[in-house]
């Protein structure tokens, strides 16, 4: 039997509902001083026919759904479980590049091809999430806001503030609702575990959804 355990995935996408399987095959990589990690679960690309994944946190993996043709399209140093998860890659809308988290930098890579570009610098980033307009929004760092940059690159713009009247210590996993405009994102604090927020580009109001986890 295959040393590595398989994807197991269900697709709707673009044929009716099927279950498929896929055993990812490491290549040689950088080596990690601190060891490997198993394959992250897999993300669908908008269009339904690509899947992308970490495999041992230094490979990102595109998997094609009809063929099952897999290959490696960035090697390095990502982050480890469970900061990195399929909040760590975001598609453009057309699914023609992918955008990661890795070796401590917001990169973008054209999935037809060609070398992975630095986005701008993303030390302990907490998701991101690729608008319609080609803004991402991603959580830089610990302690941190969401942030707005283009995805050709630039200086990344804070779009919500820590409220620390709910003693909010960082925002994450940013998401962008379907209008390209608004978004949701979790709060990280103490007193309010998991509260979800929706908050827009057009201004710093945000808006409470639930509270905490279970409310």
């Known amino acids: 039997p295959p040393a590595h355990p398989p994807l197991f995935l269900l697709s709707c996408r673009p044929r009716p509902l099927q279950l498929l399987s896929h055993y990812v095959k490491p290549v040689a990589a950088c080596p990690s ?27 990102c993996h595109l998997i094609d759904i009809a063929s099952h043709a897999d290959r490696v399209v960035a090697t390095g140093y990502f982050d480890r479980p469970p900061a990195v998860s399929e909040h760590s890659l975001a598609w453009s809308p057309d699914s023609r590049y992918l955008a990661f988290f890795g070796n401590g930098r917001l990169e973008r890579i054209d999935v037809s091809g060609g070398p992975v570009q630095v986005v701008c610098d993303a030390p302990n980033a907490r998701g991101g999430t690729w608008g319609p307009d080609d803004t991402i929004l991603f959580v830089p760092r610990h302690f941190s806001g969401v942030h707005r940059v283009a995805a050709s690159g630039g200086i990344p713009v804070p779009v919500t503030t820590l409220d620390f009247s ?32 929706v908050g827009s580009l057009d201004n710093k109001q945000v808006k409470s959804l639930r509270r905490s986890l279970g409310r």
């Open 166 to 197: 709910q003693e909010h210590y960082g925002h994450a996993w940013p998401s962008f609702l379907p209008d390209g405009r608004h978004f949701v994102f979790t709060a990280l604090s103490n007193r309010h575990p998991g509260a979800l927020y």
């Open 33 to 59: 001083p601190r060891g490997t990690r198993p394959a992250t679960p897999p993300f669908f690309s908008p269009s339904g026919t690509l899947l992308a994944c970490f495999h041992d946190c230094q490979q």
